[in-house]
């Protein structure tokens, strides 16, 4: 126990009072005529002993009534989370961060997080004096947006430049680097933190300070947290589940959405937009904590960016009640094909053309290079390599840039692989490497069996029979597969036939023999051409530029070489038009400005070029929280105060730091003790009768 006004103690040498006096009665006698002597000894023995019970008892009782009236008046309270006896008078430094990630936009009793812990930000001030030294910051971006005492004029208006962001949580590295940089010489150091706590503190190294440490670590964190959801039905993912994308050919997309309050929501619409035309429409309930998954089904009706988006009704948390999305669909893919020789490349060529040769839309490219030296790529989506030769260290570059501007590669391995294929270019394309070279004589060969049946390239093709379609093989190369490879297809002695690689951002379609009748019999196989079709409309769909980032990354666009000169412009989810540079040297758009959540729309010289999504950071859906013995077990020990939401902001946070009030404790004692003092010290009416008689 400690006291707010100690001076007051001094006075407890007022609680002597009744012993003086009754020490100062004993001098003064009286005396009392008796009839007779008799009775003294009796007297001696009861009454006069019971007397001196009485007047002690008294002496006592009025003894502590003194005390506790003082006591009251000295303003006790309980050991607070501030130490010392005079405490509220010490010079202190108080550090405020408010939260203004996009969870704190969550609605609770008709108001914001964010403008809740704005107002808290308020009450706190409310309980420092003019020798304290406030600081306030933002999370998101981090900012101080006030300094100085608590009767400072305007810093209310300072409070309310605190704008709620869509950006992901980044509180307790702003905690990290501010406390780290501050100079403080005030003996207090008080740190508030208002968030929903949706992470744990990873910097603990620098928290978890000995008590021997300097005094300027030793920082106390008041942790004030939020009110959980109550209403929210939260669109965690949509994604395409169809790989194989053309404007005929059903769109199957898949939808999450979870309960995250405790309310049972019932007969709630979710709908399906695909270019702000409603094409599907479900109507489900939704207890709390439960998750459903929904499969959407409609023709997207045209080729070029897909721009779709899924809706569920308004609740408390509305950055969570539209997801969008953008799946493009090829209009013209443009192939090159590398290869030794027109002979080598012919068959090849042949099935390619036979899969669309009217309506243009591949556009092919062959180029005869034995050695590729430098291959250009900028015009191309899918490149061809048909048992190439030795590539130059420039053409690998060339290959890596290539696939990580979101283009792919389908290579058919022969026996010149192995002859001419480099260290380098296997560990960079993360390309198998090659072991023997296989073949048969006379009329036997190897069967291939598939893998994967489920492989989008393998999925729904319009074949009677798909094994009776799959090749016979006479030559093959033996190739030693990586932990990242996936086999689609085999040969029946499990040696692979057709993997599938993710390269630098990219895939590669590895055929480990070549489309030629002395290696397989695939090119005449009806398998061909759905097969290369296909890998085509894989490999030459174009995800890179559509994409989605988390709110605030960067995100970059591919532009064609021929539109470099362009007029580039970002239109935002709100409808703000943002000019944009193109990197020359990259050949890209390095787009910054990605603070909203929704859809941005990319525009060469005013027409459509492509189109992105930013979406919420994972981390920011408020049903994801901390709980308050993690986060007490993750900050410094016996300098970390959990706060739950209070009305009464003010008074909770003066008896947290100075202690419980404890006055009216001992008023009830004081009222109990003069009660007792009543009763004991009056004068009954039977032994006046007694005295007179």
Request: charged residues 20%.
């Amino acid at each position: 126990m400690t006291f707010l006004s100690p001076t007051i103690l001094w006075v407890l040498a007022a609680a002597s009072i009744p012993l003086i006096i009754h020490l100062l009665s004993l001098r003064h006698t009286r005396n009392v005529k008796f009839s007779t002597l008799r009775f003294i000894k009796e007297l001696e023995h009861k009454s006069i002993k019971q007397l001196n019970l009485k007047q002690w008892l008294l002496i006592l009782l009025r003894t502590l009534i003194i005390i506790c009236l003082i006591l009251m008046f000295a303003k006790p309270v309980t050991r607070g989370f501030v130490p010392g006896w005079m405490a509220a008078e010490e010079e202190t430094r108080v550090v405020i961060f408010v939260d203004n990630s996009a969870s704190m936009s969550l609605i609770a009793d008709k108001i914001s997080l964010l403008e809740n812990s704005k107002a808290l930000v308020k009450n706190i001030i409310e309980c420092f004096e003019e020798k304290t030294t406030i600081e306030l910051y933002q999370t998101n971006p981090v900012k101080r947006v006030f300094i100085g005492n608590p009767g400072a004029p305007g810093f209310g208006s300072h409070i309310a430049n605190i704008k709620q962001t869509h950006s992901h949580d980044n509180l307790w590295n702003t905690v990290n680097s501010v406390l780290k940089k501050l100079q403080v010489v005030e003996p207090n150091k008080e740190c508030f933190i208002l968030s929903d706590f949706q992470a744990l503190p990873d910097f603990t190294d620098w928290l978890q300070k000995t008590e021997e440490d300097t005094a300027s670590h030793n920082w106390r964190y008041y942790c004030l947290s939020q009110k959980l959801p109550k209403d929210n039905l939260s669109i965690r993912e949509v994604t395409a589940v169809s790989q194989i994308r053309l404007p005929n050919h059903l769109l199957k997309l898949n939808t999450n959405i979870v309960n995250d309050g405790v309310i049972d929501k019932r007969n709630h619409p979710v709908e399906l937009f695909l270019n702000d035309n409603r094409l599907g429409q479900v109507v489900s309930s939704f207890q709390p904590s439960q998750s459903k998954e929904f499969m959407f089904q409609a023709y997207p009706g045209q080729s070029g960016v897909i721009k779709g988006r899924v809706e569920i009704m308004e609740d408390d948390f509305r950055l969570d009640n539209m997801r969008t999305f953008e799946i493009p669909i090829p209009e013209q893919i443009a192939c090159t094909i590398i290869g030794r020789s027109s002979e080598e490349m012919y068959l090849l060529e042949l099935g390619l053309s036979s899969i669309d040769n009217q309506n243009n839309f591949l556009f092919l490219e062959s180029r005869i290079e034995p050695n590729p030296d430098r291959l250009y790529l900028d015009e191309t989506d899918v490149l061809i390599l048909h048992n190439p030769g030795k590539l130059s260290d420039k053409a690998v570059e060339d290959i890596q840039s290539f696939l990580q501007r979101g283009g792919g590669v389908i290579w058919f391995a022969g026996n010149n692989q192995s002859e001419n294929e480099s260290i380098n270019t296997v560990t960079a394309l993360k390309l198998p490497k090659v072991k023997a070279h296989h073949e048969v004589s006379g009329k036997g060969y190897y069967s291939v069996l598939t893998s994967q049946k489920n492989h989008p390239i393998l999925t729904d093709l319009e074949l009677r029979d798909l094994d009776r379609e799959l090749p016979q093989v006479f030559a093959y190369m033996e190739v030693a597969l990586l932990e990242n490879h996936n086999e689609i297809l085999s040969l029946n002695n499990d040696h692979p036939f057709l993997i599938e690689i993710p390269s630098n951002g990219g895939y590669i379609y590895y055929f480990t023999s070549l489309m030629d009748l002395t290696w397989n019999d695939l090119p005449i196989r009806g398998l061909m051409v759905p097969l290369l079709h296909r890998i085509l409309l894989l490999l030459a769909t174009d995800e890179f530029n559509t994409k989605p980032v988390i709110v605030d990354e960067e995100k970059i666009i591919s532009i064609d070489q021929e539109q470099m000169n362009s007029q580039w412009t970002l239109v935002t989810p709100t409808g703000k038009i943002m000019l944009l540079i193109p990197d020359f040297n990259t050949e890209t758009l390095k787009i910054t400005q990605t603070s909203e959540i929704g859809s941005y729309d990319v525009f060469s010289d005013d027409v459509p070029y492509t189109s992105f999504s930013a979406l919420i950071p994972p981390s920011e859906y408020p049903s994801i929280r901390a709980s308050e013995d993690e986060l007490i077990n993750s900050l410094p020990k016996n300098r970390t105060i959990w706060i739950e939401p209070e009305t009464n902001m003010t008074e909770k946070l003066q008896e947290i730091r100075y202690g419980k009030s404890l006055w009216r404790t001992f008023l009830i004692a004081v009222i109990i003790l003069m009660f007792l003092e009543s009763i004991i010290g009056r004068v009954k009416p039977e032994n006046m009768k007694n005295l007179s008689g």
